[in-house]
């Protein structure tokens, strides 16, 4: 009776010592600087459907299939698998940790009696090893919480490249339709100047023009001919950057020849009193480092003390001529303490350095959320300041349009001076490029809002 109460008095101790855990308990951060932070990541709920608000079925499939085929998204989610399966691991360290085995020795002359000579021993053992590292001071509970943390990161970078893959398909696509429509504007451009340099042309021959008027409409079409291969160029590189995201060789996909850049029916907005950061998978990626480097200061913490351990054995031992059996039953155990006394020096140089890797992805952290509330404010401006250009260059093409219009009845009613035309014509070449580009560039900066606000802002 009283071995079994010393037995269960040691028992709890153990129990009391082990529910300890050196190191900082790890608090979420709340604020950085005077900024509310969100409580918890939270991945939008639109995050990869947000682009049918476009009504755009090229886009839409686009999406789907790099969601689906896209090796880097491959990669991200095996590293999510692998995390999670390294924190198991860790949490398997709290347990007794064992192996059974079964074996068999024989031998000749095994001593150096004479009584031994020519003697042929055996033995058999059969049973179970076990081993315990109890732990007192929360190692690897500390372990656990780190590894834990580095999984959730995981996750959490996982749903980042999701992010990363759909704006990178959106935005080359909205290049690839760029590139279309410029290519598009650039041959009618071409055909406009070639019938204008058949009035001059004829009026040359007439003789109402000059070799000089032949020449200088003949260099505006060749400037107009020497832009159609870059656009080729453009619409090729676009096609191959979308295939490489969609794992599939360039010339495999299957896109409208129609060059329209998709477009929003309604306007997107803010959400009075949101919490956008919440989206952020980079914020929620650097507070996760955060709690694993604060974790790793429990574990260096913890070698500053004992270390206690259990081993033992469990099964059958037999000697020369004996088989197992009941009578050959055995059992061990054996405690063990360590103490890393003479190597403090290094334990609390480990210690600093966990404190100060926690220092720095503090610092990382609240550098991300800076940087992530910079990105989401530039993101939208760009794009009102980019919907603003666009559509005065709107206006600037229509004016130049109806210059021309102008010009080239003038100049073929014989009233007009043909500079004039040419650079009615020139101007109006100019303000369409520029609204093709202008064009392309308010939808790029569409596809940055969405990423600054991982996927999180609402289409109204």
């Given at each position: 009776?009283?071995?079994?109460?010393?037995?269960?008095?040691?028992?709890?101790?153990?129990?009391?010592?082990?529910?300890?855990?050196?190191?900082?308990?790890?608090?979420?951060?709340?604020?950085?600087?005077?900024?509310?932070?969100?409580?918890?990541?939270?991945?939008?709920?639109?995050?990869?459907?947000?682009?049918?608000?476009?009504?755009?079925?090229?886009?839409?499939?686009?999406?789907?299939?790099?969601?689906?085929?896209?090796?880097?998204?491959?990669?991200?989610?095996?590293?999510?698998?692998?995390?999670?399966?390294?924190?198991?691991?860790?949490?398997?360290?709290?347990?007794?940790?064992?192996?059974?085995?079964?074996?068999?020795?024989?031998?000749?002359?095994?001593?150096?009696l004479e009584s031994d000579d020519d003697t042929i021993a055996r033995g058999y053992?059969?049973?179970?090893?076990?081993?315990?590292?109890?732990?007192?001071?929360?190692?690897?509970?500390?372990?656990?919480?780190?590894?834990?943390?580095?999984?959730?990161?995981?996750?959490?970078?996982?749903?980042?490249?999701?992010?990363?893959?759909?704006?990178?398909?959106?935005?080359?696509?909205?290049?690839?339709?760029?590139?279309?429509?410029?290519?598009?504007?650039?041959?009618?451009?071409?055909?406009?100047?070639?019938?204008?340099?058949?009035?001059?042309?004829?009026?040359?021959?007439?003789?109402?023009?000059?070799?000089?008027?032949?020449?200088?409409?003949?260099?505006?079409?060749?400037?107009?001919?020497?832009?159609?291969?870059?656009?080729?160029?453009?619409?090729?590189?676009?096609?191959?950057?979308?295939?490489?995201?969609?794992?599939?060789?360039?010339?495999?996909?299957?896109?409208?020849?129609?060059?329209?850049?998709?477009?929003?029916?309604?306007?997107?907005?803010?959400?009075?009193?949101?919490?956008?950061?919440?989206?952020?998978?980079?914020?929620?990626?650097?507070?996760?480092?955060?709690?694993?480097?604060?974790?790793?200061?429990?574990?260096?913490?913890?070698?500053?003390?004992?270390?206690?351990?259990?081993?033992?054995?469990?099964?059958?031992?037999?000697?020369?001529?004996?088989?197992?059996?009941?009578?050959?039953?055995?059992?061990?155990?054996?405690?063990?303490?360590?103490?890393?006394?003479?190597?403090?020096?290094?334990?609390?140089?480990?210690?600093?350095?966990?404190?100060?890797?926690?220092?720095?992805?503090?610092?990382?952290?609240?550098?991300?959320?800076?940087?992530?509330?910079?990105?989401?404010?530039?993101?939208?401006?760009?794009y009102n300041f980019s919907r603003q250009q666009q559509q005065s260059t709107e206006?600037?093409?229509?004016?130049?349009?109806?210059?021309?219009?102008?010009?080239?009845?003038?100049?073929?009613?014989?009233?007009?001076?043909?500079?004039?035309?040419?650079?009615?014509?020139?101007?109006?070449?100019?303000?369409?490029?520029?609204?093709?580009?202008?064009?392309?560039?308010?939808?790029?900066?569409?596809?940055?809002?969405?990423?600054?606000f991982g996927g999180g802002i609402s289409v109204i």
């Amino acid at each position: 009776m009283g071995n079994i109460l010393k037995i269960g008095t040691l028992a709890g101790l153990i129990s009391a010592l082990a529910a300890c855990a050196v190191g900082p308990d790890y608090q979420a951060p709340t604020k950085a600087n005077n900024i509310e932070l969100a409580s918890t990541y939270e991945q939008a709920e639109k995050l990869t459907n947000w682009w049918h608000a476009f009504g755009d079925e090229d886009l839409n499939q686009l999406i789907d299939q790099a969601l689906k085929e896209n090796r880097t998204l491959f990669q991200a989610q095996a590293n999510v698998l692998r995390a999670y399966a390294i924190f198991r691991d860790s949490d398997n360290d709290l347990l007794p940790k064992g192996s059974l085995n079964a074996g068999y020795e024989a031998g000749k002359n095994i001593t150096v009696l004479e009584s031994d000579d020519d003697t042929i021993a055996r033995g058999y053992n059969a049973g179970a090893n076990l081993t315990w590292d109890i732990d007192l001071f929360g190692k690897v509970r500390r372990a656990i919480e780190a590894s834990l943390a580095e999984a959730e990161q995981a996750d959490i970078l996982w749903h980042d490249a999701q992010l990363q893959i759909i704006s990178q398909v959106a935005a080359t696509y909205g290049d690839y339709r760029g590139a279309q429509f410029r290519l598009k504007v650039a041959e009618q451009n071409l055909a406009n100047l070639r019938q204008t340099r058949t009035i001059v042309k004829a009026r040359f021959q007439a003789g109402f023009a000059s070799e000089l008027e032949m020449a200088r409409i003949d260099a505006q079409v060749f400037q107009v001919e020497a832009s159609v291969p870059q656009m080729r160029n453009l619409l090729a590189r676009s096609d191959a950057t979308l295939s490489a995201l969609l794992a599939k060789k360039p010339g495999e996909l299957a896109l409208s020849t129609e060059p329209e850049l998709p477009q929003l029916s309604k306007p997107v907005a803010l959400v009075p009193g949101e919490n956008y950061l919440r989206y952020r998978a980079d914020v929620a990626s650097s507070e996760r480092a955060l709690a694993a480097s604060t974790a790793r200061i429990g574990v260096a913490t913890a070698d500053l003390y004992p270390n206690v351990s259990v081993s033992g054995f469990l099964g059958f031992l037999s000697g020369p001529g004996l088989t197992l059996g009941g009578d050959t039953k055995s059992w061990s155990v054996a405690p063990t303490i360590s103490w890393q006394a003479a190597d403090l020096g290094s334990i609390k140089a480990r210690i600093r350095q966990a404190e100060a890797n926690s220092d720095i992805a503090l610092a990382q952290f609240e550098q991300q959320v800076f940087d992530a509330l910079a990105d989401m404010q530039f993101s939208l401006q760009s794009y009102n300041f980019s919907r603003q250009q666009q559509q005065s260059t709107e206006h600037q093409w229509q004016a130049s349009e109806r210059a021309m219009t102008l010009a080239r009845q003038r100049f073929e009613a014989g009233s007009g001076e043909f500079l004039e035309l040419l650079e009615a014509q020139r101007d109006a070449l100019q303000s369409r490029e520029q609204l093709a580009v202008q064009e392309q560039q308010s939808f790029n900066r569409l596809v940055d809002i969405y990423r600054a606000f991982g996927g999180g802002i609402s289409v109204i």
